[in-house]
């Protein structure tokens, strides 16, 4: 749940009036075209960035409070700048680590006190169980386990990062660029692996440039700076298990044109709020400017 969410850079918003209701095991998507604040709202909904304006809650937690509690049940794909895979690794080295950072920093003072053979079994159960439900089959990779991130191909590299974040058993998992390079045989392969892990029970979050019609659509745009809300949207009738449910209006403010020689729109001042949106308010730069605040640049 989030209402009137909104982050702010330096040179402005990234997103404002963020209003949302998703329930657990929803498949919401984040669309819009790039430089709209899409990553942002993921990035604000996952614990990674802190908001300024109004409050979410995930899993009981409520937002910007409780955002080191959040990032503890919230997973992340891969995420350009914040969680990239490494392309001088293998596969199974990517795993590993993950597998040794969750025993050390999630697992319990009696986990790490377990002999070494049954933490290594634990481990392999745990990887495995991943690479089950991200749909990734080690074999058909062209060197197994061995092969290089560089070698992948996009959707086997999508298939991997949710793995890595799915072995953390997370209640919450955000996705970036789903369907960014992606052929629509593809595309459509990485939304059925979506519509899997969420109806599993986890909830997904995942930045697109066109979501499917089955999702819970949050659409960012970029036109003018007085922009009207933009709804959420989804089927009237969910046709996945937990599908996202009462969606309330969102509003993504994008960057304003550029001036005529008569003066831009604006939106009016809330009392006692933020200043209005001007030209160098609302822009791109603005959520460039978001993300290098976190140290995501």
Request: glycine share 10%; with cysteine.
């Amino acid at each position: 749940m989030a209402e009137g969410l909104g982050l702010k850079g330096p040179r402005g918003w990234a997103f404002r009036d963020v209003s949302l209701r998703a329930g657990a095991g929803a498949l919401v998507a984040l669309e819009g075209p790039s430089g709209t604040g899409r990553t942002c709202l993921l990035l604000a909904l996952t614990g990674r960035m802190k908001t300024q304006e109004g409050h979410a809650e995930v899993g009981g937690l409520r937002l910007p409070r409780k955002m080191a509690a959040v990032r503890r049940i919230a997973g992340l794909g891969q995420v350009p700048g914040v969680s990239e895979l490494d392309p001088s690794l293998t596969v199974a080295e990517h795993l590993r680590e993950r597998a040794l950072l969750q025993r050390r920093f999630d697992g319990s003072v009696r986990a790490l006190l377990r002999r070494p053979g049954t933490r290594a079994a634990e481990a392999r159960a745990r990887i495995a169980e991943a690479l089950a439900a991200a749909g990734l089959d080690l074999a058909a990779l062209p060197k197994g386990e061995r092969t290089s991130v560089r070698d992948l191909e996009r959707l086997e590299a999508l298939r991997l990062s949710i793995a890595l974040a799915l072995m953390g058993r997370p209640r919450l998992i955000g996705v970036d660029d789903t369907d960014l390079k992606l052929s629509d045989a593809d595309r459509a392969e990485a939304w059925a692996l979506l519509r899997a892990v969420a109806a599993g029970g986890t909830t997904v979050l995942a930045v697109c440039s066109e979501a499917p019609a089955d999702a819970l659509r949050i659409t960012t745009v970029g036109t003018a700076a007085a922009t009207p809300a933009i709804p959420a949207t989804g089927p009237a009738e969910p046709t996945e298990p937990g599908t996202a449910t009462e969606p309330t209006a969102v509003t993504e403010p994008a960057a304003a044109e550029e001036p005529a020689e008569t003066t831009p729109a604006t939106e009016p001042a809330a009392a006692e709020g933020p200043a209005a949106a001007t030209e160098d308010d609302i822009t791109e730069e603005g959520a460039a400017d978001a993300l290098a605040e976190t140290g995501r640049a």
